[in-house]
């Protein structure tokens, strides 16, 4: 089947604009996750939702950071007043199972705040 | 807190040698640690993955070793091809469903 996609795959926003990254995991995974990947570095855990219910954001960096997955498939990352310092790649992950195992990642939105 | 050391940060090999990259973990409940390859651009894509009552797995040229007591897991590539050319990341489990990641190995294979 499809695998987890991710759109738009590049954004730009100027500094101070609002944006919306938006994830479809794979069909019928309960889990899913967000990561911020800085360049040259491994992905860093952002937020994770089980079904609907986001069971942990302690890795979004800043209140300026909103996930929401409201039906418990689609999920979408707003950044709001958007900084140089979020320029990163944001990838998701999904998996069918509770816990950590084989998680499978989507292709990433590059984004860059100018 | 929790980290995960990996080394070494880029590796060279010539076609058909063997690479292996290292990576310590400081959780000792950590019981997942999966493998990625993420060529550039792309997504990182599972290779591997061992569980903590395993102490080796092998698939095909990939193998994966885990010390417990030591808190090191290593990746061992053979017979190294130019498409093995990448950045490899480990990972380990915290707590229920959490990874935390290496910082990468960027592997060149030499024709």
């Known amino acids: 089947g499809a695998g987890v996609s991710q759109s738009p795959r590049y954004k730009v926003a100027k500094r101070g604009q609002d944006v919306a990254l938006r994830c479809d995991p794979i069909?019928?995974?309960?889990?899913l996750f967000w990561y911020q990947q800085a360049l040259g570095q491994g992905p860093e855990f952002l937020t994770y939702?089980?079904?609907?219910?986001?069971?942990?954001k302690s890795g979004l960096p800043s209140d300026r950071f909103f996930a929401e997955r409201p039906e418990g498939s689609v999920s979408t990352l707003k950044i709001q007043r958007t900084q140089q310092e979020d320029s990163a790649v944001y990838l998701c992950?999904?998996?069918?199972?509770?816990?950590?195992?084989?998680?499978?990642f989507g292709p990433g939105t590059r984004l860059t705040v100018t | 807190g929790e980290n995960v050391e990996q080394h070494p940060s880029t590796l060279s090999v010539q076609e058909g040698d063997s690479a292996v990259i290292k990576c310590t973990y400081s959780?000792?409940?950590?019981?997942?640690f999966p493998w990625y390859k993420q060529e550039l651009g792309k997504r990182p894509q599972l290779i591997i993955d061992?569980?903590?009552?395993?102490g080796e797995k092998k698939d095909q040229r990939i193998a994966v070793t885990l010390n417990k007591t030591a808190k090191h897991f290593s990746l061992h590539i053979t017979e190294t091809q130019p498409e093995d050319s990448a950045v490899y990341f480990c990972?380990?489990?915290?707590?229920?469903?959490?990874?935390?990641f290496g910082t990468g190995t960027r592997l060149k294979v030499l024709a």
């Open positions: 992950a999904s998996t069918s199972a509770g816990g950590p195992y084989e998680q499978y």
């Open positions: 061992i569980r903590s009552n395993v």
């Open positions: 069909s019928g995974h309960v889990s």
């Open positions: 939702f089980q079904n609907e219910a986001q069971l942990d």
């Open positions: 990972a380990a489990s915290v707590g229920a469903y959490k990874y935390i």
């Open positions: 959780d000792s409940a950590s019981n997942y």
